[in-house]
């Protein structure tokens, strides 16, 4: 193996692992946001872990966060503005 397909390789790596590290911290704060909007429309036990989980099935899927902080404004609409909620998402990202 050259020299360049190990930095190729190194390089490879690295990339990886910085998207699994921003998919793990959206992960997290999608979580957080999900609770905390679950918990604004009245919702607990079972009912915000399903809330929940369809957010992070969001996540996992082609629409990514964006699409997943869109449905956090339609469910709190009239709640909560949407610049707020993006407010907390970005606090809760560490």
């Not at 969001?58 to 699409?67: F, P, Y």
Request: glycine share 8%; net charge positive; aromatic share 8%.
């Amino acid at each position: 193996m050259t020299i360049f397909e190990t930095r190729r390789k190194g390089c490879e790596a690295l990339f990886a692992r910085k998207n699994e590290e921003s998919y793990y911290r959206q992960a997290r704060a999608l979580r957080h946001i999900g609770l905390w909007a679950a918990a604004t429309m009245g919702k607990a036990g079972h009912a915000a872990e399903d809330y929940v989980s369809n957010l992070l099935g969001c996540l996992a899927r082609a629409s990514g966060v964006r699409h997943a902080l869109q449905q956090v404004e339609t469910d709190l609409q009239g709640l909560e503005d949407a610049q707020a909620i993006r407010q907390k998402f970005s606090a809760f990202m560490p």
